[in-house]
């Protein structure tokens, strides 16, 4: 009796086992599922970000955001949404630089001239008459002395997702003809609100002030300011060409710029995400490239068929005025500006 007993109690425990097994390996199981399941989710996340910029859409940076767009959501399947505001619509350039600073999701263009605010070295290449032609300027970023500099603006927090968008050749627009620095004594030229840009136009001889580029068309018709510089598609943008009627091939600045973020807000985003932000905004890049240059060349004859008068300048003349420019800047690295023309001498050879 006590021997069937025992062998009655070895079997339930031998089931009471087996079952226990049973319902660890369904819960392990339920749970490698749930696991999967977070996985894909996570695989799926669409991260928003903003794109701002103060031209307007139909201009090339405008085009180019557009194709930037195109590119990054089609490459990501979807997992990247780019939302455009052009025109300044999430406030002036260094307002928006400000809240990238901060680790909102914004990528905004940035002026080389306004990250000088940050990393002071930057802002030579913004400079005026620094080289001959963009490809100049954009071999720098391709140097060890431009990854000194992102290196710099990552300890403020900002991260350039893209360094070279050809932003245009500067030209100036104003109330009367200018052909020579002469011409521009008494003149208040609206200028971007940055240390460059004033102390250059303050070096040439004109009475520099600062203006949101949205602001300028109402500012021309007001007296505020009695021209403005900047590349030919973004003077016909803001219709500035409506109230001036005098354009001065000055050439100032070859301009290009930078589009940047927070490194707070970017270190949220997934690697491989991020690598689909730099190819595709280089890809708009050569885009938008492209699209500046024949735009270039139709609004110059549409400004003369709206009357504009085009007159050629002296460019040496205005060249030896802003050499001063380069000693206005106590903050920048002794020597920069005979490093940078080292750096380019070095490509030519």
Same mark, same amino acid.
């Given at each position: 009796m006590? &021997?069937?007993?025992?062998?009655?109690l070895?079997?339930l425990v031998? $089931?009471l086992?087996?079952?226990t /097994?049973?319902?660890?390996s369904k819960?392990?199981?339920s749970?490698?599922?749930s @696991?999967?399941?977070?996985?894909k989710?996570d695989?799926?996340?669409?991260?928003?970000?903003?794109?701002?910029?103060?031209?307007?859409p139909?201009?090339?940076?405008g085009?180019?955001?557009?194709?930037?767009?195109?590119?990054?959501?089609?490459?990501?399947?979807?997992?990247?949404?780019?939302?455009?505001?052009?025109s300044?619509q999430? @406030?002036?350039? &260094?307002d928006v630089?400000?809240?990238?600073?901060?680790g909102?999701n914004v990528?905004?263009?940035?002026?080389y001239?306004?990250?000088?605010?940050y /990393?002071?070295?930057a802002g030579i290449?913004?400079?005026?008459?620094?080289?001959?032609?963009?490809?100049?300027?954009q071999?720098?970023?391709k140097?060890d002395?431009f990854e000194g500099i992102?290196?710099d603006? %990552?300890k403020? *927090?900002?991260e350039?997702? *893209?360094p070279?968008?050809?932003?245009?050749?500067?030209?100036l627009?104003?109330?009367?003809?200018?052909t020579?620095?002469?011409?521009?004594k @008494? $003149?208040?030229i609206?200028?971007p609100?940055?240390?460059?840009?004033?102390?250059t136009f303050?070096?040439?001889?004109?009475?520099?002030?600062?203006y949101?580029? @949205?602001e300028?068309?109402?500012?021309?018709q007001q007296g505020?300011?009695n021209?403005?510089?900047?590349?030919?598609?973004v $003077?016909?943008?803001?219709?500035a060409h409506?109230?001036?009627?005098?354009l001065?091939?000055?050439g100032?600045?070859?301009f290009?710029?930078?589009?940047i973020?927070?490194?707070?807000?970017?270190e949220?985003?997934?690697?491989?995400?991020?690598q689909?932000l %730099?190819?595709t905004g280089n890809?708009?890049?050569?885009?938008? %490239?492209?699209?500046?240059?024949?735009?270039?060349a139709?609004?110059?004859?549409?400004?003369?068929?709206a009357g504009?008068? /085009?007159h050629?300048?002296?460019?040496e003349?205005?060249k030896?005025k802003?050499q001063?420019?380069?000693n206005?800047?106590?903050?920048w690295?002794p020597?920069l500006?005979?490093?940078?023309?080292?750096l380019? *001498?070095? %490509?030519n050879?």
């Amino acid at each position: 009796m006590k &021997k069937t007993m025992k062998v009655k109690l070895s079997f339930l425990v031998i $089931l009471l086992l087996v079952f226990t /097994v049973a319902c660890s390996s369904k819960t392990d199981e339920s749970n490698t599922e749930s @696991g999967d399941a977070e996985a894909k989710s996570d695989k799926g996340k669409t991260y928003t970000v903003n794109i701002a910029f103060g031209n307007q859409p139909d201009e090339p940076i405008g085009k180019l955001a557009s194709k930037w767009k195109e590119l990054a959501e089609e490459k990501s399947e979807g997992r990247l949404k780019l939302k455009l505001y052009p025109s300044s619509q999430l @406030g002036a350039e &260094k307002d928006v630089v400000e809240q990238a600073v901060t680790g909102n999701n914004v990528i905004v263009m940035a002026g080389y001239d306004f990250l000088m605010d940050y /990393v002071p070295d930057a802002g030579i290449l913004t400079a005026p008459y620094l080289v001959e032609d963009f490809d100049e300027l954009q071999y720098l970023t391709k140097t060890d002395w431009f990854e000194g500099i992102r290196d710099d603006l %990552r300890k403020q *927090n900002i991260e350039i997702i *893209n360094p070279t968008t050809v932003y245009g050749e500067r030209h100036l627009l104003t109330n009367k003809k200018v052909t020579s620095p002469e011409d521009l004594k @008494g $003149l208040k030229i609206r200028v971007p609100d940055n240390q460059m840009s004033i102390k250059t136009f303050n070096a040439m001889g004109a009475s520099a002030t600062p203006y949101p580029l @949205g602001e300028l068309y109402t500012a021309l018709q007001q007296g505020l300011v009695n021209g403005a510089e900047n590349p030919l598609p973004v $003077l016909q943008g803001v219709k500035a060409h409506e109230v001036s009627k005098h354009l001065s091939l000055t050439g100032h600045q070859k301009f290009i710029t930078s589009w940047i973020t927070g490194t707070e807000f970017i270190e949220t985003i997934p690697d491989d995400l991020v690598q689909i932000l %730099r190819e595709t905004g280089n890809e708009a890049n050569k885009y938008a %490239r492209g699209v500046l240059e024949d735009e270039s060349a139709t609004v110059l004859e549409e400004f003369k068929a709206a009357g504009v008068k /085009v007159h050629e300048v002296d460019t040496e003349a205005f060249k030896e005025k802003v050499q001063s420019v380069y000693n206005e800047f106590p903050k920048w690295t002794p020597g920069l500006y005979d490093e940078i023309q080292k750096l380019l *001498n070095k %490509r030519n050879d």
